[in-house]
């Protein structure tokens, strides 16, 4: 076999145009390692930080063996398939292979598109090597499992692969990116993407983990995760690490090597990571000296409602209370904290959207200057509250091209009344943000000038009765908030910096 063709090509595409901070894409970088041992050489295009990725994806498909495209469901797929009909008008015998999230969960409508030729479901990295071997032998593909293909325009569904302990898998070749892009479009300064374990044991409606992980959690080593911690700073100069695990304080044993090996190694570095409120109920005294000493900073916490009827319907396996008992515990105990919340999930009523707002304004109380995330809810294909949303009118997408077009970007909640949707967005865009600014918001119309800041002085207490009393009638400082924006020829995003957010 010619050298050249043992070269595979693993392209990233633009998540959301919306998107300023991007992260290093991971996905990619795990599939990377096991090619690379089985003496693949592989090239990672990421449209995000690569300004003329065309360019750059047209000379390396020229001498690939075949070529994987990673997309989550919604936006990411306009831009995977645009790239998917480039590779195929410039190379169209060339294998193109679809992962990740959208393409496991629906692989029968994505290879459906005449630009994709082979899915892989699930976990990626053997099946990518065993299916990247068949294609260089030549082999059929009947034998690879965990992937699905097109044979003779028919389609095929071999079996799934059991999932692997990633702890066998190679540490992540970051050098086949430009980790200095995704560190200088941090949300703080070079900070880092991280996880340390995979999976999740719960199985919230709304999320998406357990149609893949099938409510499996597999965890690195604390000392591998202590090592690639501290490469990412050494090497790279990291001086902030996000620990994004869906579930990083299952295991508290494991979350204290952790600790204990970072205060060991002194990086100098500050660490951030997401768990779930009831967890922070179990730690204990000697966790939270070893979360301090290892410099942890912040906690992000996805608590979804503050309506305990919503979190049960949800299965979100928690209490609206716990909640509160936990971020007043991490403010105590001297760290930070911020959480992401959803609107308009099949079956919330006017009184749960209500609770919510009370409980954000709770937790605002508790900490000024904590940062919140607000989305309304997209369905996720192969989750609960997807089939409860289809009972609920939602069409089901048939193409990949309309998957593409469920994105949070754009409204699919068709049991929400679009009235109550302007109202959603004029409570959390503006009353809320005027009743509770945070420092940066208050930066920002200081710097607007007097005019502005005397509207927004005058403004603020009445959105704050607003919001104790949750009455939004006559609602007439939005009104001229946005006439005068009208004026300034301000966006209206201006008072919405987190909406829409990132988890
Ligand atoms: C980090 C992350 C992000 C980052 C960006 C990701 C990045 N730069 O890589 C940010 C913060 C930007 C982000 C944003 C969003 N995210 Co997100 N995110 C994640 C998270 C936590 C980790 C992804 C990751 O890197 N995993 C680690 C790698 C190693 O695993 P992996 O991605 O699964 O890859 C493996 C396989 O999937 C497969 N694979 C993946 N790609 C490919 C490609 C090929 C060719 C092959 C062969 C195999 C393969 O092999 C890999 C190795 O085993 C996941 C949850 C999770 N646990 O994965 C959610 C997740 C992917 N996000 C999700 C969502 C919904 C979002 C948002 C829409 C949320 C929101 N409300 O705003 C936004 C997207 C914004 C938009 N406008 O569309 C969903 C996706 C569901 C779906 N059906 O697509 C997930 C699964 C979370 C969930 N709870 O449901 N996200």
């Known amino acids: 076999m010619p050298p050249e063709m043992k070269k595979i090509v693993l392209f990233f595409p633009v998540i959301s145009p919306l998107h300023t901070e991007q992260n290093v894409p991971l996905s990619l970088l795990a599939l990377a390692g096991p090619l690379q041992q089985k003496g693949y050489t592989v090239r990672i295009i990421d449209a995000r930080v690569e300004r003329d990725y065309v360019k750059l994806l047209k000379e390396e498909i020229a001498d690939a063996l075949c070529v994987g495209i990673t997309m989550f469901t919604g936006d990411q797929i306009h831009y995977a398939l645009e790239v998917c009909r480039l590779i195929k008008a410039a190379r169209p015998e060339l294998p193109v292979i679809a992962g990740g ?135 790279f100069g990291a001086l902030r690490v996000k620990f994004f695990d869906d579930c990083f304080t299952i ?15 002194n990086l100098g570095i500050v660490w951030s990571c997401q768990v779930r409120a009831a967890d922070i109920l179990r730690f204990d005294d000697e966790l939270w000296q070893l979360l301090h000493e290892s410099r942890c900073v912040h906690f992000l916490m996805g608590l979804e409602s503050g309506s305990q009827r919503m979190l049960d319907k949800i299965a ?52 000024p200057e904590a940062a919140f995330s607000f989305f309304f809810y997209t369905p996720y294909p192969g989750t609960a509250s997807f089939d409860e949303a289809v009972k609920l009118g939602l069409r089901k997408p048939a193409t990949l091209e309309e998957w593409s077009r469920f994105t949070v970007t754009r409204i699919n909640i068709p049991w929400v009344d679009s009235r109550r949707i302007d109202k959603m967005r004029m409570i959390l865009r503006f009353y809320f943000p005027l009743a509770f600014p945070v420092k940066e918001l208050k930066a920002k119309i200081n710097a607007l000038g007097w005019p502005f800041k005397a509207m927004f002085n005058s403004l603020r207490p009445l959105g704050y009765l607003r919001m104790k009393f949750m009455c939004f009638c006559f609602p007439f400082e939005w009104w001229i908030y946005r006439s005068f924006l009208k004026i300034w020829q301000k966006r209206e995003e201006f008072f919405a910096k987190r909406l829409p957010g990132e988890f």
């Not at 990247?132 to 692969?161: F, M, W």
């Not at 295991?251 to 190694?265: F, S, T, W």
């Not at 396996?317 to 959480?339: N, P, T, W």
Request: net charge neutral; proline share 6%.
């Open 101 to 235: 999230w959208h393409p496991s969960i629906e692989p029968r409508s994505t290879l459906e598109h005449p630009a994709i030729d082979i899915v892989v479901r699930g976990q990626g990295e053997s099946s990518l090597c065993e299916l990247a071997e068949h294609l260089e032998t030549k082999q059929p593909l009947s034998d690879v499992r965990g992937i699905s293909y097109k044979e003779n325009g028919v389609i095929r569904e071999n079996p799934d692969r059991p999932l692997e302990d990633f702890n066998s898998f190679p540490p992540m070749p970051y050098e086949l990116v430009n980790m200095e892009a995704y560190l200088q479009t941090a949300r703080y300064p070079r900070e880092a993407l991280y996880m340390s374990s995979r999976g999740c044991p719960f199985s919230c409606s709304f999320c998406s983990i357990a149609v893949i992980y099938k409510r499996a959690w597999q965890a690195l080593n604390p000392e591998r995760v202590v090592a690639e911690v501290e490469q990412l700073v050494r090497k």
């Open 251 to 265: 295991d508290l044993n494991r979350v204290k090597a952790i600790c204990r090996g970072l205060i060991e190694k």
């Open 316 to 367: 979100k396996h928690s209490k609206a209370s716990d909640a509160i008992v936990a971020c007043r515990l991490i403010k105590e105990r001297g760290f930070d904290f911020g959480s992401a919340f959803i609107f308009g999930l099949p079956g919330e009523s006017w009184g749960d959207v209500k609770q919510t707002l009370d409980f954000i304004c709770a937790l605002r109380r508790l900490d």
